[in-house]
T-cell receptor, first 112, second 115 residues
Framework: GQQLNQSPQSMFIQEGEDVSMNCTSS?????WLWYKQEPGEGPVLLIA?????ELTSNGRLTAQFGITRKDSFLNISASIPSDVGIYFC????????????FGEGTQLTVNP | DTGVSQDPRHKITKRGQNVTFRCDPI?????LYWYRQTLGQGPEFLTY????????KSRLLSDRFSAERPKGSFSTLEIQRTEQGDSAMYLC?????????????FGPGTRLLVL
């Protein structure tokens, strides 16, 4: 089946540092979404990307939809303790149809 | 504007029992999705509805699983004869498609533990 390779698996950073994570796929997607999940809760949407090459910001978060439609990255600038959580990329559309295919997540820890 | 809600939030059951979960989507969202998430993994697609029609089912959805959305509003997911391997977080998401754009919003999930 389809797989998204998300890296890194985990990150330990100091408050104020910038963070970058990415996802790559062997398949093409029409949509890339980034979610954040905290323990015991469902994923919360951070950024949605619908067009190849699109670069979108949401506060301190910036994400891009790769030109090849097979990859995406998420950057977090000036991290704060409440950024702690698991970040998931998800691809939708094209060969996957309406379903979302998720990466395995990046566990982010921010030390004050 | 309320989000996706799920009930119950937690369920503990004994192996062999049946369980049923409910999902209430965001109002005016015509698409509803079920996913399953095990520890340390991303959510995996199970099935989805457009209005009351079930349009796609994953091969993960064994014969013991059934989902319904009788009036195109809320949905239920039933697991019959539960097994320990069914222990997971069951997530519901809803969306509305605008042209080629579709964004899925997730509920808080139902965590199932099968003893």
């Amino acid at each position: 089946g389809q797989q998204l390779n998300q890296s890194p698996q985990s990150m330990f950073i100091q408050e104020g540092e910038d963070v970058s994570m990415n996802c790559t796929s062997s398949s093409i997607f029409n949509t890339w979404l980034w979610y954040k999940q905290e323990p015991g809760e469902g994923p919360v949407l951070l950024i949605a990307l619908y067009k190849a090459g699109e670069l979108t910001s949401n506060g301190r978060l910036t994400a891009q939809f790769g030109i090849t439609r097979k990859d995406s990255f998420l950057n977090i600038s000036a991290s704060i303790p409440s950024d702690v959580g698991i970040y998931f990329c998800a691809g939708g559309g094209e060969t996957s149809g309406s379903r979302l295919t998720f990466g395995e997540g990046t566990q982010l820890t921010v030390n004050p | 504007d309320t989000g996706v809600s799920q009930d119950p939030r937690h369920k503990i059951t004994k192996r062999g029992q049946n369980v049923t979960f409910r999902c209430d989507p965001i109002s005016e969202h015509n698409r509803l999705y079920w996913y399953r998430q095990t520890l340390g993994q991303g959510p995996e697609f199970l099935t989805y509805f457009q209005n009351e029609a079930q349009l796609e089912k994953s091969r993960l959805l064994s014969d013991r699983f059934s989902a319904e959305r009788p009036k195109g509003s809320f949905s239920t997911l039933e697991i019959q004869r539960t097994e320990q391997g069914d222990s997971a977080m069951y997530l519901c998401a809803s969306s509305r498609r605008w042209g080629f754009q579709e964004t899925q919003y997730f509920g808080p999930g139902t965590r199932l533990l099968v003893l």
